[in-house]
């Protein structure tokens, strides 16, 4: 009886603390909510947090902030340009990297675990002492200010961290699956495409999450990568000349930055059922 006692006050104090964080954790996103649907005045004149003093007085929201901020210059055509970048950089980097993955974790070839080594290695190197390098290639290139570039930047920066996890989680799949399959002839083509990936979805789910919230946010890359152009700026540089051009009416930025975070959260919530599976299955087996 102590021990279920003991239990039950173990799990229960885990749910409360659990539930405090995460409360703790959307208190921005609440407070950025709630400041997005209130007028200029109220915001300057007060803060977010009294609303919920007089909750159902419906006069004190409105619509505004988001109507000037989608009907500001250039909004609509900076979504399409995250959507562009974004979609197909983390397409480019979950093909790759499962190919890759599963070369380095079921198929044997001389110099793979070196390669290894080195892929895991380049996890350690920041990205801003690649910067000028990869800008003056691309410059010769013509590849600065298009989208072909700015895919294969993100392309390559995600691809060491999703090689180490799909490989990882490649590895830790039964072993008798892949002998049994190769018994009955099947090829490393065949594994791949009716075993590895079929079985590996909370992997590849995960490390869709990852790299679709990273290239989405992303602000530095693109920066550098697209030099501002308004025809191919994504919506991070949009929302950031946003800042510097509307000065003191933040409250503008308030709404700007809850549309830039709808599609990343629909995103989330649409595969967080496989996010933490992958994960822990992914650091199961290196």
Not at 187 to 211: G, K, M
Request: hydrophobic fraction near 55%; aromatic fraction near 14%.
């Amino acid at each position: 009886m102590n021990k279920r006692a003991t239990k039950i006050c173990s799990r229960t104090i885990l749910h409360v603390v659990i539930i405090f964080a995460g409360s703790i954790w959307l208190v921005p996103s609440l407070g950025l909510l709630v400041s997005s649907v209130r007028t200029r005045n109220d915001v300057l004149s007060s803060g977010w947090w009294t609303v919920f003093s007089h909750l159902l007085d419906f006069s004190q929201y409105s619509t505004e902030n988001y109507s000037q901020v989608i009907s500001a210059s250039g909004m609509g055509r900076a979504f399409l340009n995250s959507l562009i970048i974004t979609i197909p950089s983390t397409v480019i980097t979950i093909m790759v990297a499962a190919f890759a993955a599963y070369a380095f974790a079921r198929m044997e070839f001389s110099g793979r675990q070196i390669l290894f080594a080195i892929v895991v290695g380049l996890l350690i190197v920041p990205i801003q002492m690649t910067l000028i390098p990869i800008l003056r290639i691309y410059n010769k290139l013509g590849l600065a200010g298009t989208f072909y570039g700015i895919w294969l930047a993100h392309a390559g920066y995600g691809l060491p961290f999703a090689i180490f996890l799909l490989r990882n989680f490649f590895g830790s799949l039964p072993e008798d699956i892949f002998e049994s399959a190769f018994l009955d002839g099947a090829s490393h083509h065949t594994a791949f495409f009716r075993l590895a990936l079929p079985l590996s979805v909370p992997a590849l789910a995960s490390l869709t999450i990852f790299q679709f919230l990273w290239c989405w946010n992303d602000l530095l890359v693109a920066l550098i990568y697209l030099g501002g152009t308004e025809k191919v700026a994504p919506l991070t540089l949009r929302l950031s000349s946003l800042v510097n051009s509307l000065g003191q009416n933040w409250h503008l930025l308030t709404a700007a930055a809850f549309i830039s975070m709808v599609l990343p959260l629909l995103v989330f919530f649409s595969l967080q059922r496989y996010f933490v599976r992958g994960i822990l299955s992914g650091s199961i087996k290196g």
